[in-house]
């Protein structure tokens, strides 16, 4: 079991190629005993996005804060908190903070492989 | 792909035995193509709760909004927005609603039943 403020919890730089201004925390992970999913919080300041890429594991996100463009498949689809958004594996997508303040996001992913 | 605000997502109300006053969105779901967890979002109101149950499979919530005391195999843990809980399966657990507000929370299941 883990209860913990969200603010509490690490908050390291994403370095990925591709990322401008984005900020990670591992909320729910494999060290906390997660078997099949895990929670991430993404913070994304003015002017920052996360990489445009692709990848198999799908995507389900929570947008919490701010506003932003999702890109997908070549067409932005604007958003803003309380948004929810899925993003199925092997489709390429890029979410960018369009607003003036900080873009926060949930977004989920499998952590088993098949 | 599903991009859409959530307060426009389909709310009904939890009919399960043990649950007062819950109300339910499913924000991400098999309907939607997601193969291996679901978004759902939870809405307690003021005196409500989830029922205090037992099942195989693990939770991870966010809190969104409100107050309340989480029920975890006899102990009781405070939390409020923007806390995240992780429930490991097979654990008895319950959410109350101890504010005088809407309590709103997000709570990702698995699909994959092994």
Redesign the interface.
């Known amino acids: 079991?883990?209860?913990?403020?969200?603010?509490n919890?690490r908050k390291s730089p994403v370095e990925t190629e591709g990322a401008k201004d984005v900020a990670i925390r591992w909320?729910?992970s494999k060290e906390?005993?997660?078997?099949?999913?895990a929670?991430r919080m993404f913070e994304v300041q003015p002017g920052g996005h996360t990489p445009l890429h692709t990848h198999p594991q799908?995507h389900?996100v929570?947008v919490?804060e701010g506003q932003g463009t999702?890109v997908?498949?070549g067409e932005e689809?604007p958003?803003e908190s309380?948004?929810?958004?899925?993003?199925?594996g092997n489709?390429e997508h890029q979410f960018k903070n369009t607003g003036d303040g900080l873009l926060r996001m949930?977004c989920?992913i499998?952590l088993?492989v098949e």
């Open positions: 079991m883990k209860i913990e403020k969200s603010g919890i909320l729910i906390d005993g997660a078997e099949n999913f929670m799908e389900e929570f919490l999702f997908y498949e689809h958003f309380e948004f929810v958004i899925f993003v199925p489709k949930l989920i499998p088993r």
